[in-house]
């Protein structure tokens, strides 16, 4: 007979309801299991939790502080370098139940190997005149063993403080029984602790994205506005690795940003215009997604046997989304509310909604389709396909993208082209008044070379704010 496996999550070890940790904006980790979520530091500047209202000061605070001790420091092994070591040296954090690391509760350290790397590649962006504190955030891009998972580490062990705040405030609401005492300007106070005496660390919903399974390159070409000469080196590093059909390497990776200034001053403003979507807006396009397919079924061709029956297949689909949207108000689950206005979410929201949906559709109608989502550095976003010859590849992209006509011009031909696909479409969510892009897109597909070669579909979805928001 099988013994049905135990898990125990936070609420129950807490015995408090599911919905009451949701409610409050907790995550409900599943305790002694990693859930392969991070957090991300971007999402600070967003969260919803009064106890992280400066979390994002408190980091920026740190790195500039190893930022002054590397351009105090004579030579390697002095007090400012080996102070600047100490800063970038963290220990394992107990109490963690996100990332990746099996059958554990705690996070990653950084010991002094690692650190010592840091802390080099750090002088040498000094060195480079770059002295933003968030250099040390896109380290993950180019330095090995350092991943979105020790760099969320990393944060917690910089956030404790306000992480204990948390703790203090949620014991005294939830009236948690299983506790301990930490000593604050002199005064005890109660936190919520496991039975080992290890206190929780309760995690905002809202910081937590997933853990990416390869380091995200694509998030850099889709937020930088690069100028020629790094476009073209860029674009030489993904066009090798979709020839070779690997991930891009992060060796090349950093010696490209790190040849020059303005490469690397670059990469900083992408990662600062990039904001990813957290757990919440995760499972928020999850069950958005599936209620909308139940709610308006639709019948599909079951068996397309030619190219021109699979792109109706994803006509009709795009089609359902295209009404989602338009129609019933999905909409206003594209923005996030930032300090009392609207910002539109990474387009990975509109990507991960479109998927839930077709896929939805897909199953629901017995369609023997393969569809992959996002599937990896250099990969179309989405792809359907029916045996080894039926292709078509569809890119989302919001109107607000940078790279939105370099992409229909340039990215889509050559993802077609690894993909070894005849068909794709270019899917616009406009989130913004502008049209501009837009019409040099329809008017690219106008004189697109043919008459063999067919030019990739455009679909424009209107997805603008409206006079009210419901969700938001």
């Known amino acids: 007979m099988l013994r049905r496996l135990k898990v125990k999550t936070l609420s129950k070890y807490l015995s408090v309801p599911h919905r009451e940790l949701r409610r409050l904006g907790i995550f409900n980790a599943i305790i002694d299991r990693d859930s392969r979520l991070c957090i991300d530091p971007q999402l600070l500047f967003s969260t919803q939790i009064p106890e992280l209202k400066n979390a994002r000061q408190r980091i920026d605070e740190h790195f500039t502080t190893v930022i002054r001790l590397i351009k105090a420091s004579k030579h390697k092994d002095d007090l400012a370098w080996r102070e600047a070591l100490r800063r970038l040296t963290f220990k394992e954090e107990r109490g963690v139940a996100i990332g990746v690391s099996a059958k554990k509760r705690d996070g990653n350290g950084i010991g002094p190997i690692l650190a010592e790397r840091l802390l080099e590649t750090g002088a040498e962006l000094v060195g480079l005149g770059i002295e933003d504190p968030t250099l040390f955030e896109v380290l993950p891009l180019f330095e090995e063993d350092f991943g979105a998972d020790r760099l969320s ?21 939830l009236r948690l029984q299983q506790k301990g005492v930490i000593i604050r300007n002199g005064r005890p106070l109660e936190v919520a602790t496991y039975r080992d005496g290890t ?17 995200d390159f694509e998030s850099i070409d889709n937020a930088a506005e690069f100028n020629e000469e790094l476009r073209e080196s860029w674009n030489s ?21 790190l040849s020059k200034r303005a490469f690397f001053e670059s990469l900083l403003n992408a990662y600062r ?14 069950d958005a997604g ?10 599909l061709r ?14 009709a689909i795009v089609a359902q989304f295209k009404k989602c949207i338009e129609v019933n108000g999905l909409w206003n689950h594209l923005y996030r509310n930032v300090n009392g206005s609207l910002k539109p979410l990474h387009e990975r929201y509109s990507q991960l909604l479109f998927f839930v949906i077709a896929d939805s559709y897909c199953t629901a109608n017995d369609l023997d389709l393969s569809r992959e989502p996002n599937a990896g550095s250099g990969s179309v976003d989405f792809k359907v396909s029916r045996g080894k010859t039926l292709r078509y590849l569809l890119e989302i992209k919001l109107s607000s993208h940078k790279a939105l006509v370099h992409g229909y011009e340039s990215q889509l031909p050559l993802y077609q082209e690894s993909e070894e696909s005849d068909e794709a479409g270019l899917l616009v969510v406009r989130v913004n008044h ?15 070379p043919g008459p063999d070669e067919r030019a990739p579909d455009v679909y424009v979805i209107d997805g603008r704010i409206r006079a009210t928001a419901s969700k938001i």
């Open 273 to 286: 215009q990039h904001e990813d979507i957290s757990e919440q807006e995760t499972n928020d396009a999850l």
């Open 153 to 173: 580490d990393m944060a917690i062990s910089l956030l404790i403080p306000n992480l204990e705040d948390l703790n203090v405030r949620l014991t005294q609401q």
């Open 434 to 448: 502008s049209m501009s892009r837009i019409n040099q897109i329809l008017a690219l597909q106008k004189r697109y």
């Open 302 to 315: 079951k068996d397309p046997r030619s190219q021109d029956e699979l792109r109706d297949v994803v006509h």
């Open 237 to 257: 590093i993904l066009h090798a690795a979709w020839k070779r059909k690997t991930e891009v390497h992060k060796t090349d990776v950093r010696k490209l940003f």
């Open 290 to 299: 599936k209620k909308f397919v139940s709610d308006n079924p639709v019948s």
């Open 199 to 215: 206190i929780i660390k309760f995690l905002p919903i809202d910081i937590l994205r997933p853990v990416p399974i390869a380091t």
